[in-house]
């Protein structure tokens, strides 16, 4: 199904402006389809002033759909009787005199014209399901007659409102709470949900009659204003505004959008939704995260104190042999370290590698026998590593990189090249070094090096592969590490 933008640049002349106003209306019109119980389609005319292009469309929460398919990639020609084709023409909203028969389904239809500086760039058309239509109860009036307004705000440009920005995941919808406003803020309508919202935060009667925004703000503590505007101002109905309520452990986010005809301020409609729990929720995930970095954090500082224990003891022993063995136990417990160091300053089990791998090779850089005289570089970016993976893999690049330098180097002047390449979720690491290369008779299945050992566990625990062998670029060596970096994880 080609998207909006696809079918605009495709088969339209609407400039950009046009298309920005198109899609300001579709990012807010879930409103509309809920008051009116209707299905909506938007209709871009083409090139051809015959034809015109379905561009998008959306379903209500509040009632049944009545279009069954996705009739977005559409076309329809130019007919007289077509209510899109007349209401494009005309400028005014279009409706049948009778029910149309989509998939069985009675159906009746309006053309709502969408007029941007004077000219009609696009219909909106509804679909309203007439299948089992009764005497609408009171919700369903109060729906219905704001849907009607909001249509002819549509026509008449004044809805949607430019820098009205819609958390689609957050801002309440009509299902959540629907209150109803006269042009004084008095309350003429609240749905069940919007009644129950506000005993939640400490009402005890009823808000038909009421002037909102005066019996929101007596019922906040003195201590508490709204996050984020002040209550009168918020629920005055003079401008879509969006707040949010607390009491005590009771939070309500609202958003209130003016009606208006003629240019003339008739009312509004608020729309609230208890998010009580839903901050409960955040509130215990802040406390989670919170208590993961912290242990993050405690177990870089036991690593780093192990570190420094390590480093002290082989300042006091004699033993050549001893000291680099302490010196490279110190450079893996290090290497640890930096991982929880990064840990600890992310909001997730996701780690950013390449501040990780800077570290490392300026760690082993320090520590190496040779590090006067080395450099290291790192070439290309690793990206995003889980948490589980960056451990092993930090050690590998240690073990790898710390090799390169004493062995590869081997107290001569030189270059170590870090190299990672990413190939979908599978990771490519080549350590080059352009130094005096491996013995001939080096075999590195064979060898009974404790890094080498190190570096192939790790690898088969990643499900990877690990090959070392002479530099096929010129002088020196080269290992190449492959490793799986498992599924995708969802950042927080």
């Not at 051809?48 to 998008?56: I, L, M, T």
């Not at 009778?98 to 069985?104: M, P, Y």
């Amino acid at each position: 199904m080609p998207s909006m933008s696809e079918i605009v640049s495709e088969h339209t002349e609407l400039s950009e402006t046009e298309y920005a106003w198109l899609k300001l209306l579709v990012a807010d019109w879930q409103l509309l389809a809920d008051l009116s119980f209707s299905d909506l389609v938007l209709w871009v005319p083409d090139r051809d002033e015959n034809v015109y292009w379905a561009a998008a469309q959306i379903r209500p929460t509040t009632g049944p759909t009545c279009l069954v398919d996705d009739v977005v990639g559409d076309l329809i020609a130019y007919a007289p009787e077509h209510l899109v084709s007349e209401a494009f023409l005309s400028g005014k909203i279009t409706q049948t005199s009778e029910g149309k028969l989509h998939a069985g389904i009675p159906v009746a239809v309006h053309a709502v014209p969408v007029p941007y500086h004077g000219r009609v760039i696009a219909v909106l058309e509804q679909h309203t399901s007439q299948l089992g239509v009764r005497m609408p109860s009171q919700l369903e009036r109060a729906y219905l007659e704001t849907a009607a307004q909001l249509a002819g705000m549509i026509t008449a440009g004044q809805f949607p409102v430019p820098g009205d920005a819609t958390n689609q995941m957050l801002s309440p919808r009509v299902g959540d709470g629907f209150i109803r406003l006269d042009a004084d803020g008095n309350v003429v309508y609240a749905s069940p949900n919007a009644l129950s919202a506000y005993r939640r935060i400490g009402l005890i009667g009823d808000l038909l009659d009421e002037h909102l925004a005066s019996l929101s703000a007596d019922l906040m503590p003195t201590s508490v204003v709204p996050v984020d505007d002040s209550v009168q101002s918020a629920l005055s109905g003079r401008d879509i505004r969006r707040a949010e309520l607390v009491s005590g452990e009771a939070h309500m986010l609202l958003r209130t959008v003016p009606l208006r005809e003629d240019a003339h301020r008739v009312g509004a409609i608020v729309l609230c939704r208890d998010v009580s729990d839903l901050r409960i929720l955040e509130r215990e995930l802040v406390t989670k995260d919170a208590t993961i970095r912290e242990i993050h954090h405690r177990v870089k500082n036991n690593l780093q104190t192990v570190a420094a224990l390590l480093r002290m003891q082989a300042r006091r022993i004699d033993s050549p042999e001893a000291k680099i063995a302490l010196a490279d136990a110190m450079s893996r417990v290090a290497s640890i370290a930096i991982v929880h160091e990064t840990l600890s300053q992310a909001f997730d089990e996701v780690v950013e590698f390449d501040k990780v791998a800077d570290g490392l090779l300026r760690m082993v850089g320090d520590v190496a026998a040779a590090a006067a005289h080395a450099s290291t570089v790192r070439i290309g970016t690793f990206g995003e590593v889980s948490a589980d993976v960056a451990t092993g893999l930090s050690m590998v690049l240690t073990e790898l990189c710390q090799n390169a330098i004493e062995h590869g180097l081997a107290d001569r002047p030189g270059r170590v090249e870090v190299i990672p390449t990413t190939m979908g979720r599978r990771l490519r690491v080549e350590i080059v070094d352009d130094g005096v290369g491996l013995p001939p008779d080096f075999d590195p299945a064979g060898s009974r090096s404790l890094g080498l050992s190190i570096v192939r566990t790790l690898v088969a625990e990643l499900e990877g592969t690990f090959d070392l062998g002479p530099n096929p670029a010129g002088q020196g060596t080269r290992a190449v590490v492959e490793i799986s970096l498992g599924q995708p994880r969802r950042r927080q």
